[in-house]
């Protein structure tokens, strides 16, 4: 097979800047992810049925429906209903965002639910307010035995975020379809970026191992 080495040496700063936002899409879209996922896995654990029906059906949609699908309603539907002319970067994030809150939603709900009951009432019977008990008591613990299936969320997102590819933002494949179509060669452009993608989804296991083992000693 005749591997076009410079294909790939000419398309290499542009590799670099769908690297650079693919970290930077997740990175984002998984904190927002947890902030949005910390509020809908406690609205979800409510007692009462009316609290906890909307966030049950928010965790249902976005499980339920593609991801692909997701980021085109978000670019082409609620997008331009507040700006003229639509991000694909930013319609990537927000979709990435609001997917990502519905799986990390069911990780702090088990989490918190892992925790022995008995700590929250040893906590509420010293005084303590139920909130206070959560963010002292029941979410420190917790929070260790989320490290495993937070780090497979952010491996999912890294990959996830090629699918932005439908809406043209310069992400990482982006630039992998941008070469396939100049030179119409498929070997060159697709397996740079898959090596690409493994790269960094064996480095963030790395870290990931590292973390279980240093949290789990304490």
């Known amino acids: 097979m005749d591997f076009r080495f410079d294909i790939i040496q000419e398309y290499a700063p542009f590799f670099l800047k769908g690297v650079l936002l693919t970290i930077g899409v997740s990175i984002a879209a998984i904190i927002a992810g947890l902030i949005l996922g910390l509020i809908i896995g406690l609205g979800k654990m409510s007692a009462k049925r009316f609290i906890r029906l909307p966030f049950e059906w928010y965790i249902n949609f976005f499980r339920g429906t593609p991801l692909v699908v997701q980021i085109l309603l978000v670019h082409f539907g609620v997008m331009p209903l507040f700006f003229a002319q639509p991000s694909a970067t930013v319609s990537l994030v927000v979709s990435l965002s609001l997917n990502s809150a519905a799986y990390v939603a069911e990780i702090f709900r088990a989490g918190i639910q892992s925790i022995d009951k008995g700590q929250m009432e040893a906590a509420r019977s010293l005084g303590m307010t139920h909130a206070q008990a959560m963010r002292y008591i029941i979410l420190p613990q917790a929070l260790k035995r989320m490290i495993p299936p937070f780090g497979n969320e952010f491996i999912v997102l890294i990959k996830d975020s090629s699918l932005g590819l ?8 982006y630039w992998g379809r941008a ?38 000693n304490q």
């Open 179 to 216: 070469a396939q179509g100049q030179y119409y060669r498929v070997w060159e452009p697709y397996l740079t970026v898959a090596f690409i993608y493994l790269l960094l989804t064996l480095s963030l296991s790395k870290l990931l191992h590292y973390l279980e083992r240093k949290y789990s």
């Open 166 to 173: 439908v809406i043209a933002a310069p992400e990482l494949m």
